[in-house]
């Protein structure tokens, strides 16, 4: 053997031995991609067939990388798949909560954003983040940042990434206001000059000047107030309009342009009206809907999100008897019209505003809107259907399908019968990952 041949055979075993190295320091994250892809099958005493109501007894899903693979009684249990036997519990997709602040706590809602640093309530939403996941909602709508600006941007990267846990994210960055109108820190000296917790636009221009550096930073949506402040005056609700048709309609093109899509916050009317005019995406809180904007929003399918939860917490968490009053007549007024909204066949998702109240407890919603007036099938279909429609995820979650994301929870007992079992969520999967078992 010649000597070259001696130099090129070690160079070789060096490059082999390298290799080796290589592989067996892989990072963890590169590992858990390769054990992500072996096969899993999931059985539990029940499924849930949101889109029928179905109930199939037992239930299975097959599940490989990232998506459902096949779903039935039983199904194919490859060889090497990891079965999970999760007991007398109903296999259901997981939830989607359509109006969520990630960026704010339990707490003085206006302080928070004058107190509290950016980078921190950053360091907040990441836990808000995964205590939501956790709770069974592998999806949300983070409607404004309130003053953090596209701080949100990186928390769902991050997500997206599996840097951090959490559920997967339609966001808004800050929501968009008019100067005095809705979160403008109206209740503080003027002289102080303390910024508004959403973006100024006083105009259809400005409301389009405003979304285009929100989009460049990433946000997914537009998020408007239209109402605000809001008053019961002998039994009637008073919401001042923030925009006109018109205004709103230019941010609804807009939003097309890019792709995209406008949510507003509305309470009640014209303003309700307006946006149902516009052709906004989904009309949140919605709590006053006048028949024309009944009609409206079901030619244009547009979603109403009710988000009781937050009603009823400040109903019974204010610091006075007076405020505690206030909310609760607010509340009572709000499940009036949420009944003849629920008779008119209103299309409906779900949304419960959590952040003011604790990341994680939003499930209640879900009881709420039985409570008040709907059938628990009807409820999962807003949430799960209607939601997955209203973050444009139709056909790839909110249901348990084959193709679709593998975004799975399992509730104790079955939901149909006592839709309060989603507020025990003790199964979650998302994208195929194992988060809570």
């Keep these: 053997m010649s000597t070259f041949d001696s130099i090129r055979r070690f160079e070789a075993s060096l490059l082999a031995f390298a290799a080796c190295l290589v592989l ?4 963890a994250a590169a590992q858990r991609r390769v054990s992500a892809q072996a096969p899993i099958v999931l059985h ?10 179905a109930i199939l007894q037992p239930g299975e899903v097959l599940v490989e990388d990232h998506r459902i693979l096949a779903v039935g009684t039983t199904v194919e249990h490859p060889a090497g798949a990891k079965v999970i036997d999760l007991g007398n519990t109903t296999l259901t997709p997981g939830m989607i909560d359509a109006h969520v602040h990630l960026f704010l706590h339990p707490g003085a809602e206006d302080l928070q954003t004058v107190i509290e640093s950016v980078p921190w309530r950053t360091i907040l939403a990441e836990q808000a983040a995964k205590d939501d996941v956790m709770a069974g909602f592998t999806a949300e709508r983070d409607m404004g940042t309130e003053g953090a600006g596209s701080a949100d941007t990186a928390v769902r990267n991050a997500i997206n990434q599996g840097i951090i846990p959490g559920p997967r994210l339609r966001i808004s960055g800050n929501a968009i206001d008019l100067l005095g109108g809705h979160e403008d820190a109206n209740r503080y000296n003027p002289a102080q000059h303390v910024l508004s917790n959403a973006d100024y636009a006083n105009s259809a221009e400005q409301i389009v000047e405003v979304m285009r550096e929100q989009h460049k930073e990433g946000s997914d949506f537009a998020k408007i107030y239209e109402t605000g402040s809001d008053r019961m005056i002998d039994g009637a609700l008073h919401t001042p309009y923030q925009y006109t048709a018109a205004q709103l309609t230019a941010a609804v093109e807009e939003a097309h ?11 009640g009317e014209p303003g309700t009206l307006y946006a149902a005019q516009a052709g906004v995406a989904s009309i949140d809180h919605a709590t ?8 409206l929003m079901k030619e244009k399918g547009i979603f109403a ?3 009781f939860t937050i009603f009823d917490y400040f109903a019974h968490h204010r610091e006075s008897q007076d405020q505690a009053a206030a909310e609760a007549e607010m509340l009572d007024y709000k499940i009036r019209e949420f009944k003849k909204q629920v008779a008119a066949g209103v299309s409906f998702a779900v949304g419960s505003d959590v952040g003011p109240f604790p990341h994680g407890t939003q499930a209640r919603e879900l009881t709420l809107m039985v409570q008040y007036g709907m059938k628990p099938l009807a409820v999962l279909q807003a949430d799960m259907i209607n939601g997955a429609k209203l973050l444009g995820w139709q056909g790839q979650i909110g249901e348990l399908k084959p193709g679709y994301y593998a975004d799975i929870i399992a509730v104790p007992g079955n939901p149909l019968d006592d839709i309060s079992t989603c507020e025990h ?12 078992q």
Excluded: Y
Excluded at 24 to 27: A, G, I, R, S, T
């Design 24 to 27: 067996l320091n892989q990072p």
């Design 44 to 53: 539990a005493a029940r499924l849930l067939q949101v889109d029928t109501g």
């Design 257 to 267: 342009r890019l792709g995209t899509f406008v949510a507003v916050h509305a309470m």
């Design 288 to 295: 006053q809907l006048s028949d024309e904007t009944v009609r």
């Design 305 to 307: 999100v009710p988000t």
């Design 425 to 436: 969520v003790s199964f979650v999967m998302k994208n195929g990952v194992i988060l809570r």
